[in-house]
């Protein structure tokens, strides 16, 4: 992304993409390492400090992904995570009432905006779809039309088993963490939705120190090894040190994370770099002008008022 806006859109707007990528997958870090951390004090019953079980996080996680296993692990953990969302969905069936579903009130999704924009989105992936899929467009079609279609199905079928339950619909009316209130009620349901948690960490964990550390390498010309201590460390400490604030601080990344870094790379960006394009190609006509100015014109309109929220 850096180097396509520098090179359509000037210098100046390539290192605004590349500090606001660092800042994107460091909101990510620190998410994951704040929920972590919630965990391991939840799951040891108070024995564990939640600051202990992010820096514990961050060290064990970081020593895979800076490993040759690292591929290995993470495919583990993507099928942990298939698993016990199996597990959840077989656990939550029973009590779903399709009565209470058809009665959502969908306006009440419009404070999870940011959310879903920071989790759904994965354009950062699309330059490595296109190099596996070796430039054929009918492939990375298929493979991102596919690839969309597993989330999309596995996130609607976690809002049945969760909202379709009466009295988590009542609770999660409140604002209240829904996945926290699961958590604590245990059950099948709490210890499939830990299990959710604890695999879905490791792998966004995996992913974002792989791309974090390649990002940082590339911008301060450091050798990529797990052994250059100068690229370990601006990998995985600021991430971990920001984390010790505590778990609150998982749904404020998210949030900021949507309303800021992810509108601005995937919404402002991109517009202004196929106008730049189309421009020089001589193919700039009418409609995509107006195409292209509607969507960096709504990304900057979202941008704009999710910060003023946040703030």
């Given at each position: 992304?850096?180097?396509?806006?520098?090179?359509?859109?000037?210098?100046?707007?390539?290192?605004?993409?590349?500090?606001?990528?660092?800042?994107?997958?460091?909101?990510?870090?620190?998410?994951?390492?704040?929920?972590?951390?919630?965990?391991?004090?939840?799951?040891?019953?108070?024995?564990?400090?939640?600051?202990?079980?992010?820096?514990?996080?961050?060290?064990?996680?970081?020593?895979?992904?800076?490993?040759?296993?690292?591929?290995?692990?993470?495919?583990?953990?993507?099928?942990?995570?298939?698993?016990?969302?199996?597990?959840?969905?077989?656990?939550?069936?029973?009590?779903?009432?399709?009565?209470?579903?058809?009665?959502?009130?969908?306006?009440?999704?419009?404070?999870?905006?940011?959310?879903?924009?920071?989790?759904?989105?994965?354009?950062?992936?699309?330059?490595?779809?296109?190099?596996?899929?070796?430039?054929?467009?009918?492939?990375?079609?298929?493979?991102?039309?596919?690839?969309?279609?597993?989330?999309?199905?596995?996130?609607?079928?976690?809002?049945?088993?969760?909202?379709?339950?009466?009295?988590?619909?009542?609770?999660?009316?409140?604002?209240?963490?829904?996945?926290?209130?699961?958590?604590?009620?245990?059950?099948?349901?709490?210890?499939?939705?830990?299990?959710?948690?604890?695999?879905?960490?490791?792998?966004t964990l995996i992913g974002c120190y792989l791309a974090l550390s390649r990002f940082m390498a590339d911008t301060f010309s450091l050798p990529l090894s797990n052994t250059c201590v100068k690229l370990v460390a601006a990998?995985?400490?600021?991430?971990?040190?920001?984390?010790?604030?505590?778990?609150?601080?998982?749904?404020?990344?998210?949030?900021?994370?949507?309303?800021?870094?992810?509108?601005?790379?995937?919404?402002?960006?991109?517009?202004?770099?196929?106008?730049?394009?189309?421009?020089?190609?001589?193919?700039?006509?009418?409609?995509?002008?107006?195409?292209?100015?509607?969507?960096?014109?709504?990304?900057?309109?979202?941008?704009?008022?999710?910060?003023?929220?946040?703030?």
């Amino acid at each position: 992304m850096h180097s396509v806006v520098d090179t359509y859109l000037g210098k100046y707007w390539g290192v605004a993409a590349g500090v606001t990528f660092w800042v994107l997958i460091n909101c990510t870090l620190v998410s994951q390492l704040a929920k972590c951390g919630e965990l391991a004090a939840l799951m040891s019953g108070g024995a564990l400090h939640s600051r202990i079980g992010s820096i514990a996080s961050a060290l064990v996680v970081a020593g895979f992904s800076f490993n040759r296993g690292a591929g290995k692990v993470n495919a583990l953990a993507t099928g942990g995570l298939f698993a016990a969302f199996g597990l959840a969905c077989v656990a939550g069936a029973p009590g779903v009432s399709t009565q209470l579903l058809l009665a959502g009130n969908m306006a009440a999704a419009l404070p999870a905006l940011p959310a879903i924009l920071q989790t759904m989105t994965y354009a950062e992936a699309i330059p490595t779809v296109v190099d596996m899929c070796r430039g054929s467009r009918t492939k990375v079609r298929r493979v991102l039309m596919l690839g969309s279609l597993g989330p999309t199905v596995m996130y609607s079928l976690w809002l049945a088993v969760t909202l379709g339950r009466r009295e988590l619909a009542t609770f999660g009316a409140t604002g209240g963490d829904l996945a926290g209130k699961i958590l604590s009620d245990g059950g099948m349901l709490g210890v499939a939705t830990g299990a959710i948690a604890v695999f879905a960490s490791i792998s966004t964990l995996i992913g974002c120190y792989l791309a974090l550390s390649r990002f940082m390498a590339d911008t301060f010309s450091l050798p990529l090894s797990n052994t250059c201590v100068k690229l370990v460390a601006a990998t995985v400490v600021p991430s971990a040190l920001i984390s010790l604030k505590g778990p609150e601080l998982y749904y404020i990344m998210i949030k900021f994370a949507g309303c800021v870094p992810v509108a601005f790379l995937w919404g402002v960006l991109p517009p202004l770099v196929m106008w730049t394009m189309w421009r020089g190609d001589h193919a700039l006509t009418l409609p995509r002008k107006l195409f292209l100015a509607a969507g960096c014109g709504a990304s900057t309109v979202a941008m704009v008022v999710g910060g003023y929220y946040m703030c």
